[in-house]
């Protein structure tokens, strides 16, 4: 049996694809949190969120829908971000699958707030736009990782076959040594 | 020999592969079954959130009893003795003016009357005659509600109650019974009990009033005025003085806020 491997790097092809998915997903957290931070900032500071649109931002601040039972939509997109950020950190199907549970849930409750915006308050919020298509980016990358891994390539946990730099070095001095 | 020795190794080829292929249709089968169960867990959690959403789960509304003759009191204690004209609360020749554009079912308008800096500058600026405040109208809780036509209703019952002075009394109360915004609650037994509550106000008078057209129109135009300067939401606080204009900053301003914005024009 072959495995394809990326080039000149001795990883099979498929965990470096996983990887990339995971840095991708990554970074769309790592954006998705500065927002929702920034948001979560502004509510509890009782302060005006920065708006190229005029006026929409502080509409839909100040609608209904910008809470949920009492807790501001900023706060559970923030907990949403940092969770789906976590369940990179479990590697095997259920730490994926939850991933993606969790960005599904953000990504359909985003566009119901987005359709909320347009059709009832009839403001626009470019911050809440743009974490709606953060939770769409990360439920479509979320979708790709679990649907592509096979259960088993990417072991639960499974130690880096790599060589620490130390012990390498080491290696290097006592094979130096030898000649 | 050679060709069943080549049968043989074709034969366990073979067996592997079906092997392979039969770990792969569970493999499959199982992640079918685990995606599955979390779009419907996501589609099951969705569906809580925006029943929440859109049930607010606010009790409010009109009062009774003891609680109402509290508020009653609550009310009258604050507003008692302050000069009002229309919809103007304090004194006429006050140095600084607060225009409140504000929507009487909108609960973030509620909660800074209620809550936030409001009723300390109530009891402090305007009572000293530092301060006045003049309420307009503006569309928003009622408006992206499911009866946007209760918005004129009720704005024109409170100016209604403004021709007898007592347009803060009513708001103020408004407030106080303010029910959930995504109910269509602003009825005719609705408003009677408020007016009912507020001290002194000629009931009779107030009701024939309320038929005219003009108190309608002037909802219309502090609506058309707050579209023009560039209100977008609610509460909206402008202050004029001698210094100036500006616009407090916060959703629900803090007293502090609200003397900063004062220190500001004066």
């Known amino acids: 049996m072959t495995t394809t491997t990326a080039a000149g790097t001795g990883v099979p092809a498929r965990d470096q694809g996983d990887r990339r998915l995971r840095i991708a997903i990554g970074v769309v957290c790592l954006i998705g949190i500065a927002v929702a931070t920034y948001l979560t900032y502004t509510h509890y500071a009782g302060l005006n969120v920065v708006c190229p649109v005029s006026g929409g931002c502080e509409t839909v601040q100040k609608s209904v829908y910008s809470k949920l039972d009492g807790i501001p939509v900023a706060v559970l997109g923030l907990a949403g971000y940092i969770a789906i950020l976590i369940s990179l950190a479990v590697r095997n199907e259920l730490g994926r699958v939850a991933g993606f549970g969790m960005a599904l849930v953000g990504c359909m409750f985003s566009l119901y707030l987005t359709y909320r915006e347009i059709f009832t308050i009839k403001a626009i919020c470019p911050w809440c736009v743009s974490s709606a298509v953060m939770m769409t980016l990360l439920t479509i990358l979320t979708a790709i990782r679990v649907l592509r891994v096979e259960p088993g390539t990417v072991a639960p946990s499974a130690p880096a076959k790599t060589v620490p730099r130390a012990e390498r070095r080491r290696t290097e001095r006592r094979q130096a040594a030898r000649r | 020999m050679a060709s069943r020795s080549k049968q043989k190794e074709e034969a366990r080829a073979r067996r592997l592969a079906e092997e392979q292929a039969r770990a792969e249709r569970v493999r499959r089968q199982q992640r079918i079954r685990m995606v599955g169960g979390a779009v419907l867990v ?225």
């Open chain 2, 42 to 266: 996501a589609v099951i959690v969705v569906v809580v959130a925006i029943v929440v959403s859109t049930s607010g789960g606010k009790k409010g509304g009109l009062q009774s009893g003891t609680t109402a003759n509290a508020t009653t009191a609550a009310v009258n204690q604050l507003l008692g003795g302050i000069p009002q004209s229309a919809n103007t609360l304090g004194n006429a020749n006050a140095p600084v003016t607060m225009t409140y554009y504000g929507d009487l079912k909108c609960p973030v308008c509620q909660a800074f009357t209620l809550q936030g800096g409001f009723s300390q500058l109530v009891s402090q600026d305007v009572r000293s005659g530092k301060v006045k405040v003049v309420y307009n109208a503006f569309c928003t809780a009622t408006c992206s509600g499911p009866d946007p036509n209760e918005f004129p209703l009720q704005q024109a019952a409170a100016l209604a109650a403004g021709r007898q002075n007592k347009f803060w009394q009513f708001a103020e109360l408004f407030y106080h019974e303010q029910g959930d915004e995504t109910n269509a609650y602003v009825t005719e037994s609705y408003l009677d009990g408020l007016a009912r509550q507020v001290t002194g106000l000629n009931f009779a008078a107030w009701k024939s009033a309320r038929n005219d057209p003009n108190l309608t129109a002037e909802v219309t135009s502090q609506q058309n005025t707050g579209r023009t300067i560039g209100v977008s939401g609610t509460p909206t606080l402008i202050f004029k003085g001698p210094k100036g204009q500006t616009v407090a900053n916060a959703a629900v301003p803090t007293y502090a806020q609200l003397q900063t914005a004062i220190k500001q024009v004066s």
